[in-house]
């Protein structure tokens, strides 16, 4: 524990040192991307899937926008990693085709397949057959998938239309989007500043408008750290409920994060999250009730906008304390029964995440030959990854001196923060049950420079703590602070509850506006 501690306390020195020297070096704002010109890039993928199967749209006008915004803005972000849109053109020609010889019906496809004709984008590390598989490691250069994931079959069975891969961190090992294999992704608000990760990508490319509905995944924050950097909505699932096969890396199904891993949707409107969720869990077989109707004023509402830790994890910005705030504000005011949650729920989750870390298995690496002598020796593959002489990128170095150090938490002391992780999760269900959401930050500020962000990553606890106690959650984008950066906060439910955070998601875009396109 004490190290856990000294190697968070190392790192807010780092920050504290090189933040002011960075931002200097970098004060010198980039040109903005370029603006939204095509309004059809302004409707939802909801309302588009409805235009297209009633003959009021053609899936290829929707598909040719979407693949001429991606060009336009992909030089400034590096979001994509390998496209199809040759072959997207193809397929939109052929839903059209089917329409307008009624072959399918526009009732038929409502209920079949919901967004037939929608342009998508995918997650590099959620299987795409055909296209780049890699996780942006060395050991797998030029893998492509043989097959899609069981997510994107999901999406594909409702009608979608893939249009490419987005970049990742190596292995989904980070918090901002940057590998050997494909470079660094860049975000839409601010190009020097960090997407996010893992699913910095999705993000990116969301939040500059290029795409409408995006699959992500999300083991520790990764769906709603990027939510919060681009601006758009995320939604991470209760546990189990949506499919993981396909997904790289693969993640030993009984280990802390193996269990925590779970993909989802990424979109820039509300009413898509809940459209997504129906199609990602089509084969679910708990009851979620997604469609039954929730009163948002008859919630109760409990929200922390700040974690108080010995620890020392950082603080929140005002601007997303001053977010929370009016949100809870609001639904107060509509009758909700509004609570401050009490700082002993989570005082000690970094500790417990660094219990987490006491049996990483990424199954993909043990392929590579040379790996099991480079885990024998992870602190000094970390020091050369410091130096931009390691294979691997400096946060999946880290990740295995934490896996080999197995989070600096002694073993004697393992299993009880295992089973205290485990209490609270029980508790906190019990505490939100069928009528209660939790009001909190994704992380403890918007983006910054990405060469220091990869300094914060003590500030994941907040998204983490959905993952650990298996809560769903969604991020909720509430405009733009006086920077013109994104901020917003994360809202979580019990387990299998999570019609109520997207439910509340839909309720707070109505009011405070959601998604706004970057400036240009």
Same mark, same amino acid.
């Given at each position: 524990?004490?190290? @856990?501690?000294?190697?968070?306390?190392?790192?807010?020195?780092?920050h504290?040192?090189?933040?002011?020297?960075? &931002?200097?070096i970098?004060?010198?704002?980039?040109?903005?991307?370029?603006?939204?010109?095509?309004? !059809?890039l302004?409707?939802?993928? @909801?309302? !588009?899937a409805?235009?297209i199967?009633r003959?009021?749209?053609?899936?290829?006008?929707?598909?040719e926008?979407?693949?001429?915004?991606i060009?336009?803005?992909?030089?400034?972000?590096?979001?994509?990693v390998?496209?199809?849109?040759?072959?997207?053109?193809?397929?939109?020609?052929i839903?059209?085709?089917?329409? /307008?010889?009624?072959k399918?019906?526009?009732?038929? =496809?409502?209920?079949?397949?919901?967004?037939?004709?929608?342009?998508?984008?995918?997650?590099?590390?959620? @299987?795409?057959a055909?296209?780049?598989?890699?996780?942006? +490691?060395?050991?797998?250069?030029?893998?492509?998938?043989?097959?899609?994931?069981?997510?994107?079959?999901? $999406?594909?069975?409702a009608?979608?239309i893939?249009?490419?891969?987005t970049?990742?961190?190596e292995?989904c090992?980070?918090?901002? +989007?940057?590998n050997?294999? *494909?470079?660094t992704?860049?975000?839409? *608000?601010? +190009?020097r500043?960090?997407?996010?990760?893992?699913?910095?990508?999705?993000?990116?490319? =969301?939040?500059a408008?290029?795409?409408?509905?995006?699959?992500?995944?999300?083991?520790l924050?990764?769906?709603?750290?990027?939510? $919060?950097?681009?601006?758009?909505f995320? &939604?991470k699932p209760t %546990?189990?409920?949506?499919?993981?096969?396909? &997904?790289?890396? +693969?993640?030993?199904?009984?280990?802390? #994060?193996?269990?925590? !891993?779970v993909?989802?949707p990424m979109?820039? *409107?509300?009413?898509?999250?809940?459209?997504?969720?129906?199609?990602?869990?089509?084969?679910?077989?708990k009851?979620?009730? =997604?469609?039954?109707p929730?009163?948002?004023?008859?919630l109760?509402?409990?929200? #922390?906008?700040n974690?108080? %830790?010995?620890?020392?994890i950082?603080?929140?910005?005002a601007?997303?304390?001053?977010?929370i705030?009016?949100?809870?504000?609001? !639904?107060?005011?509509n009758?909700?029964?509004?609570?401050?949650l009490? /700082?002993?729920?989570?005082?000690?989750?970094?500790?417990f995440l660094?219990a987490?870390?006491?049996?990483?298995?990424?199954?993909e690496? /043990?392929?590579?030959?040379?790996f099991n002598?480079?885990?024998?020796?992870? #602190?000094?593959?970390?020091?050369?990854?410091?130096?931009?002489? @390691?294979?691997?990128? $400096?946060?999946?170095?880290? $990740?295995?001196?934490?896996?080999r150090?197995r989070?600096?938490?002694?073993?004697?002391?393992?299993?009880y *923060?295992?089973?205290q992780?485990?209490?609270?999760?029980?508790?906190?269900?019990?505490?939100?049950?069928?009528?209660?959401?939790?009001?909190?930050?994704?992380? %403890?500020?918007?983006?910054?420079?990405?060469?220091?962000?990869?300094?914060?990553?003590?500030?994941i606890?907040?998204?983490?703590?959905?993952?650990?106690?298996?809560?769903?959650?969604?991020?909720?984008?509430m405009?733009?602070?006086s920077?013109?950066?994104?901020?917003?906060?994360?809202?979580m439910?019990? %387990?299998?509850?999570?019609?109520?955070t997207?439910?509340?998601?839909?309720?707070?875009e109505?009011?405070?506006?959601?998604?706004?396109?970057?400036p240009?």
């Open positions: 524990m004490i190290l @856990s501690n000294l190697t968070n306390i190392l790192t807010h020195l780092l504290f040192v090189l933040r002011p020297i960075f &931002h200097l970098y004060i010198k704002k980039p040109p903005n991307i370029p603006p939204i010109r095509n309004p !059809l302004k409707i939802n993928a @909801s309302t !588009l409805r235009k199967r003959g009021e749209l053609s899936s290829r006008t929707v598909v926008a979407y693949i001429e915004r060009k336009e803005v992909n030089p400034f972000l590096n979001a994509v390998e496209e199809r849109f040759e072959a997207a053109v193809n397929e939109a020609k839903c059209d085709a089917k329409l /307008q010889t009624g399918v019906t526009a009732a038929t =496809l409502e209920r079949e397949k919901p967004l037939y004709g929608v342009p998508v984008t995918i997650k590099e590390t959620c @299987s795409l055909g296209m780049s598989y890699t996780g942006g +490691t060395w050991s797998r250069k030029g893998v492509k998938a043989t097959k899609d994931g069981a997510a994107v079959e999901l $999406l594909k069975d009608g979608v893939p249009l490419c891969v970049n990742t961190p292995m090992s980070g918090i901002h +989007t940057t050997h294999l *494909y470079g992704t860049n975000n839409p *608000y601010d +190009t500043k960090s997407p996010g990760g893992s699913s910095g990508g999705e993000g990116a490319i =969301l939040g408008g290029a795409s409408v509905f995006g699959l992500g995944s999300d083991v924050g990764s769906i709603r750290i990027p939510g $919060l950097f681009n601006g758009v995320g &939604h %546990s189990g409920i949506t499919p993981n096969q396909g &997904h790289i890396p +693969t993640l030993d199904s009984q280990s802390p #994060l193996g269990k925590m !891993l993909c989802g979109t820039r *409107y509300a009413e898509d999250l809940h459209l997504g969720m129906k199609i990602l869990t089509a084969k679910c077989e009851p979620l009730d =997604l469609d039954v929730v009163d948002v004023k008859t109760r509402v409990f929200y #922390l906008d974690f108080d %830790s010995f620890c020392g950082r603080s929140t910005t601007d997303i304390r001053r977010k705030a009016q949100a809870t504000d609001y !639904l107060a005011g009758g909700a029964r509004v609570e401050h009490s /700082q002993d729920w989570v005082s000690d989750i970094y500790i660094m987490c870390f006491s049996d990483v298995q990424m199954l690496l /043990q392929e590579d030959p040379k002598e480079r885990d024998k020796r992870p #602190l000094l593959e970390f020091v050369k990854a410091l130096f931009g002489v @390691s294979d691997y990128t $400096l946060t999946l170095a880290y $990740l295995q001196l934490l896996k150090q989070g600096f938490i002694s073993r004697s002391k393992e299993e *923060y295992r089973q992780v485990k209490d609270i999760g029980d508790r906190v269900n019990k505490l939100l049950g069928s009528d209660g959401v939790f009001i909190c930050p994704a992380f %403890s500020q918007p983006t910054d420079l990405a060469t220091i962000i990869s300094l914060q990553t003590d500030s606890v907040y998204s983490a703590f959905s993952n650990m106690m298996n809560l769903p959650s969604t991020y909720v984008p405009g733009l602070n920077d013109g950066l994104p901020v917003g906060f994360q809202v439910a019990a %387990s299998y509850q999570d019609r109520l997207l439910a509340v998601a839909r309720e707070l109505t009011v405070f506006g959601g998604w706004v396109p970057p240009s």
